[in-house]
């Protein structure tokens, strides 16, 4: 390969870098090349020893990427040690099943399972309303019913409020369990999403 | 030799020919190249990255013959780091031949 020939194409193999960047990086091949002649070796020679300028621009682009890294004069430097000879090698997990996994899941079961129960909560909230108004309701039949029924009247309305408070306790609670669940739910789905099983 | 080998010492070993004198890129690539079989044009990246991180500061200087060439220089963090680093090579080394060497029992 020719000095031109090489430039052209380490150039060619920069091109994701900026074109300052660019324009340094051939300016030191550019001066190398020029030693070397006045050194008596050949364009041809030269290009031998600098080696592949698609290798040569991989270490400018890796290096590029590694720069965070840097070093620092202290016990890091294991990890700048360690860094260069192999790379951070922690390979990306495959986030794809259990991202599917996720949305299926969600989507044909949990949001049926999820609609079926918070419906049953919300009918067992109506209930209890149901039943408070009735205890209320059959209190006020009392002016026009015969006074031996009166009592069993009055019984009727008290053993129904108590029964209302009871469902209502039973649903102020279903209610906070639900949430709580679904919280968790919620969180457990964002752990597989984001990190896997 | 071993590429893996080379490529963690490359640091190390341009940092160290820095110690005494200042070096143009081209002379520190024919020295390192001689002695440990890299291609010259990987030696480039390396002061790049060096410089990037601080190591050493770049200044430009006439030559008899052709160009001005770019020397390459020291810095105090360079200093440091190149301490840092032989400490680290020399206590790596030793462990390493004492298991290559079988002495380690």
């Given at each position: 390969m020719t000095r031109e020939e090489y430039l052209a194409a380490l150039k060619r193999a920069l091109g994701s870098l900026k074109e300052t960047e660019i324009t340094e990086i051939c300016s030191d091949f550019e001066e190398h090349f020029s030693i070397g002649l006045s050194q008596g070796k050949t364009e041809h020679e030269i290009s031998a020893e600098l080696g592949d300028p698609r290798i040569v621009a991989d270490t400018y682009l890796n290096d590029n990427t590694e720069q965070a890294s840097g070093y620092r004069p202290t016990a890091q430097n294991t990890a700048a040690i360690t860094q260069t000879v192999a790379p951070n090698q922690v390979p990306e997990k495959d986030l794809t099943g259990p991202r599917l996994f996720v949305i299926l899941?969600?989507?044909?079961?949990?949001?049926?399972?999820?609609?079926?129960?918070?419906?049953?909560?919300?009918?067992?909230?109506?209930?209890?309303?149901g039943i408070l108004v009735a205890s209320g309701a059959v209190l006020t039949t009392i002016p026009i019913l015969p006074s031996g029924a009166v009592l069993g009247v009055i019984l009727a309305g008290i053993g129904l409020f108590f029964l209302a408070v009871c469902i209502g306790i039973l649903c102020f609670f279903l209610t906070k369990l639900s949430i709580i669940v679904t919280r968790e739910y919620v969180k457990w789905n964002k752990k597989v999403y984001n990190e896997g099983f | 030799m071993n590429v893996q080998f080379k490529k963690g010492v490359l640091d190390l070993c341009v940092l160290s020919m820095l110690k005494d004198s200042d070096q143009y890129g081209y002379e520190l690539a024919n020295t390192l190249s001689a002695l440990i079989q890299i291609a010259d044009g990987t030696v480039y990246p390396i002061l790049r990255k060096l410089a990037t991180d601080g190591m050493v500061t770049t200044y430009l200087q006439e030559s008899q013959s052709g160009p001005p060439r770019k020397y390459y220089k020291l810095t105090g963090l360079g200093r440091k780091t190149l301490a840092a680093l032989l400490e680290e090579w020399l206590t790596f080394t030793r462990s390493v031949n004492q298991i290559v060497g079988g002495e380690c029992k």
């Open positions: 899941f969600n989507l044909f079961i949990m949001i049926w399972v999820a609609i079926s129960i918070y419906a049953t909560i919300v009918s067992l909230w109506a209930a209890t309303a | -």
